[in-house]
């Protein structure tokens, strides 16, 4: 089946040290996978996606790379501000996009 | 451009009763997703509509909870009658395109049951 399972939270970090969130999935075939980000109040927003193996997705300062030798997709960023602070969902499509499964989400606190 | 709106933000009400979501996608989107986040897990796929017609519904609990896109619009996903375990948050995304074309989400109703 598919599965996504990410680290629990809630990550506390200070501001500017280096950021990496875990995440590695199940699935059937060859999904596509994916960063949300949920700021406090709003809806998820997509962060960054990868399509298929050793893809690096990008975008603000993370990074996440697809390995489909380890079946993660683990979530970088050098230097993080307090402006990232929210909570981070590991998904995979395993078609066309139409259908998401998520992890259970990793809540981000970055302390000033 | 509006984003998904999602009505209400919050909701509390009695095991037994009657509660009805409404998500308003990005106008012109065919696609509609229903989502589902409970006790802080994982976030869960309900069911899919492309227009009126729904697409996959594979993800939905059971009979107690009825979604509908009468004219392809806007949706709204009823539970009747609800239940303690249907506490969650309940997100709507919409997509314009099947394929790889990118779901934008709502900012959720979050349904408390007593």
């Known amino acids: 089946g598919n599965s996504v399972t990410q680290m629990e939270g809630p990550v506390t970090l200070s501001e500017e040290a280096f950021l990496t969130i875990n995440c590695t999935y199940t699935?059937?075939?060859?999904?596509?996978l994916f960063w949300y980000v949920q700021y406090p109040g709003e809806g998820l927003q997509l962060l960054l996606k990868a399509t298929k193996a050793d893809d690096k997705g990008s975008n603000k300062g993370f990074e996440a790379t697809y390995r489909k030798e380890t079946t993660s997709f683990h979530l970088e960023k050098g230097s993080v501000q307090v402006s990232d602070s929210a909570v981070y969902f590991c998904?995979?499509?395993?078609?066309?996009?139409?259908?998401?499964?998520f992890g259970s989400g990793t809540k981000l606190n970055v302390k000033p | 451009e509006a984003g998904v709106t999602q009505f209400p933000s919050h909701s509390v009400i009695e095991k037994g009763q009657t509660v009805t979501l409404r998500c308003d996608p990005i106008?012109?989107?065919?696609?509609l997703y229903w989502y589902r986040r409970v006790m802080g897990k994982e976030i869960k796929f309900l069911l899919h509509?492309?227009?009126?017609?729904?697409?996959?519904e594979s993800g939905m609990p059971n009979n107690r909870f009825l979604a509908e896109r009468t004219g392809g619009t806007y949706s709204t996903l009823k539970v009747q009658p609800a239940e303690l375990e249907d506490s969650g948050v309940y997100f709507c995304?919409?997509?314009?395109?099947?394929?790889?074309?990118?779901?934008?989400f709502g900012p959720g109703t979050r349904l408390t049951v007593l």
């Open positions: 995304a919409s997509s314009q395109d099947q394929g790889e074309s990118e779901q934008f």
């Open positions: 106008s012109g989107h065919d696609n």
């Open positions: 699935a059937t075939g060859y999904p596509s």
């Open positions: 998904a995979l499509s395993p078609y066309n996009f139409n259908k998401f499964y």
């Open positions: 509509f492309v227009k009126e017609s729904k697409q996959d």
